[in-house]
């Protein structure tokens, strides 16, 4: 089992950043594929960004490519998001999530991750 806790959220202004963060349990981080997904209200939640365990690839949603980052530091079992340049369309709730362990590639799909955060809103004001 897996355990993901975000934090990192909160209000900022239009143009402004943020680093969201997200710190796992147990031994196995460094074999599981991870994703950020986001959710605004009343709509169905998309992925933002995702990045493999094996190689370091990484995949990122159109809207925020060149703005977003998404790293991992094994030691520290932890996954992050920063987010630059931010606007009022990125408002949403943002969660974590993890896939089992050894998948290969970048995982994209919602139904590919088997381990989910509680999310943590993140709200841009214009």
């Known amino acids: 089992q897996v355990q993901l806790v975000e934090s990192g959220g909160g209000l900022v202004q239009a143009g402004g950043s943020l680093r969201l963060s997200c710190a796992a349990s147990?031994?196995?981080?460094?074999?599981?594929?991870m994703g950020w997904f986001r959710q605004a209200p009343g709509k169905e939640g998309v992925i933002v960004a995702a990045?493999?365990?094996?190689?370091?690839?990484?995949y990122y949603t159109d809207s925020v490519k060149g703005r977003f980052t998404i790293s991992r530091d094994n030691a520290k079992n932890t996954v992050y998001l920063q987010m630059n340049s931010l606007k009022p369309e990125d408002t949403a709730v943002y969660y974590c999530?993890?896939?089992?362990?050894?998948?290969?590639?970048?995982?994209?799909?919602?139904?590919?991750?088997?381990?989910w955060g509680q999310g943590t809103q993140v709200t841009v004001s214009s």
């Open positions: 999530a993890a896939t089992r362990p050894n998948k290969l590639g970048v995982t994209t799909v919602r139904d590919g991750y088997d381990y």
């Open positions: 147990g031994r196995t981080f460094s074999r599981h594929g």
């Open positions: 990045i493999s365990w094996s190689d370091g690839s990484t």
